[in-house]
Structure formats: structure tokens, C-alpha cells
Nanobody
Framework: QVQFVESGGDLVQPGGSLRLSCVVS????????MGWYRQAPGKQRELVAA???????NYADFVKGRFTISRDNAKNTVYLQMNNLKPEDTAVYYC????????WGQGTQVTVSS
């Protein structure tokens, strides 16, 4: 069964930090590269960061130097450390494989506002 369970979203002030977590069903986690995506109101979902099974990473230009993706293979979990958050980072954040499968989790809301 394919399952993505995201958590860690919150309301944070500009310049603040959050760490998102996503527990993934093991059969998926161990066989695919993983990614974090986000969707802001009225906008399409976009890829934020990705990590291969071996740990190689890549980032969208708008988060480079601020966000870090990582994975814990023992816990079937992928993380997104977000620093220096900006109001334009406000969105629902999702994890999925990269490229993504058709099934999505519920996402976790990140709101950056003073």
C-alpha cells in the first residue's frame, strides 16, 4: 500500500525555521528517489527538493541555501529542514516519490507570517 504521512507544518514568523517529516511506506521508500513538493493557493504544485536513494540532492532555485532535504532509511522517513522562511514559502507541503506517483498524502500546512 502506498502511503505518505506528512507532519511538522506550523505558523512561523519570517526568518524562522521548521522541520517537516514524512513517513513513507517501506516498499516505496526503499525503491524510489523522494521529493518534497508544495502547493500555494491558486498555484500549481511544484517540486521543492529531491533526494536519491544514495543521498544525492537537488533543490529548486527558490530554496537553495535555505532548505535541506534528508532521508533516514531505518525509519522510512524523509525530512525537509527549512530555514530563513519567507512569506512566499507559505503553502501545503507534500512528500512523494520523484517523479511523483498519482497518490498523495494529506500534506502539512506551512504559514509564514508576522
Amino acid at each position: 500500500q502506498v502511503q505518505f504521512v506528512e507532519s511538522g507544518g506550523d505558523l512561523v514568523q519570517p526568518g524562522g525555521s521548521l522541520r517537516l517529516s514524512c513517513v513513507v511506506s517501506r516498499s516505496i521508500f526503499m525503491n524510489y528517489a523522494m521529493g518534497w513538493y508544495r502547493q500555494a493557493p491558486g498555484k500549481q504544485r511544484e517540486l521543492v527538493a529531491a533526494i536519491t536513494r544514495s543521498g544525492s540532492t537537488n533543490y529548486a532555485d527558490f530554496v537553495k541555501g535555505r532548505f535541506t532535504i534528508s532521508r533516514d532509511n531505518a525509519k522510512n522517513t524523509v525530512y525537509l529542514q527549512m530555514n530563513n522562511l519567507k512569506p512566499e514559502d507559505t503553502a501545503v507541503y507534500y512528500c512523494n516519490t520523484q517523479p511523483s506517483l498519482r497518490i498523495w498524502g494529506q500534506g502539512t500546512q506551512v504559514t509564514v507570517s508576522s
